[in-house]
T-cell receptor, first 114, second 115 residues
């Protein structure tokens, strides 16, 4: 019940296209859903995050869509650029633990071709 | 403001040796988290510490692994008698507060290779 399932495992998108990565969870106590971006040899960096009181959050070219009833959330990258090529992780946590005990998905390796 | 620092960045150990991984949180951050990332997998929570206290170590193996965050100095993740299965990237993160609302800032990781 603590798992976060992420798909696809890898994704190739043309420059200018839309990249879509999906995640699903089971634990209804999760109340914080961040996305992290990780470049090779680096640590994950917070990209954007959402709480379940909203269905969508947009920051620049990055949008999170959240479907509480389906227990799914997704990351959309508009106008994808070669510099977006990285591994993306979704995650979830619940404040019931008293701290942000992040449960990560398995990651999506995105390649944006020029 | 320097980010989270981890050292060493790469560590090679032979089976049976000890590995010591260090994490210096961002200035002003008193909460530290350790995660392990196995090849081709996501990060897995290991332990959450505040200064001089282990708050949650539910993700840390009971044997051979220990963590500390002393009043002065970096947080240390210690792995005794390493085995090949310990080969992974170990990331620490820090935050200025806790409670479920905090943002965790990750360091660059220590890549441990056990021969």
């Amino acid at each position: 019940q603590q798992q976060v399932k992420q798909s696809p495992q890898s994704l190739i998108v043309q420059k200018g296209g839309i990249s879509i990565i999906n995640c699903a969870y089971e634990n209804t106590a999760f109340d914080y859903f961040p996305w992290y971006q990780q470049f090779p040899g680096k640590g994950p960096a917070l990209l954007i995050a959402i709480r379940p009181d909203v269905s969508e959050k947009k920051e620049g070219r990055f949008t999170i869509s959240f479907n509480k009833s389906a227990k799914q959330f997704s990351l959309h990258i508009m106008d994808s650029q070669p510099g977006d090529s990285a591994t993306y992780f979704c995650a979830a946590s619940t404040r019931n633990t008293g701290f942000q005990k992040l449960v990560f998905g398995t990651g999506t390796r995105l390649l944006v071709s020029p | 403001n320097a980010g989270v620092m981890q050292n060493p960045r790469h560590l090679v150990r032979r089976r049976g040796q000890e590995a010591r991984l260090r994490c210096s949180p961002m200035k002003g951050h008193s909460h530290v988290y350790w995660y392990r990332q196995l090849p081709e997998e996501g990060l897995k929570f290991m332990v959450y510490l505040q200064k001089e206290n282990i708050i949650d170590e539910s993700g840390m193996p009971k044997e051979r692994f220990s963590a500390e965050f002393p009043k002065e100095g970096p947080s240390i993740l210690r792995i005794q008698q390493v085995v090949r299965g310990d080969s992974a990237a170990y990331f620490c993160a820090s935050s200025p507060l806790a409670g479920g609302q905090e943002t965790q800032y990750f360091g660059p990781g220590t890549r441990l290779l056990v021969l």
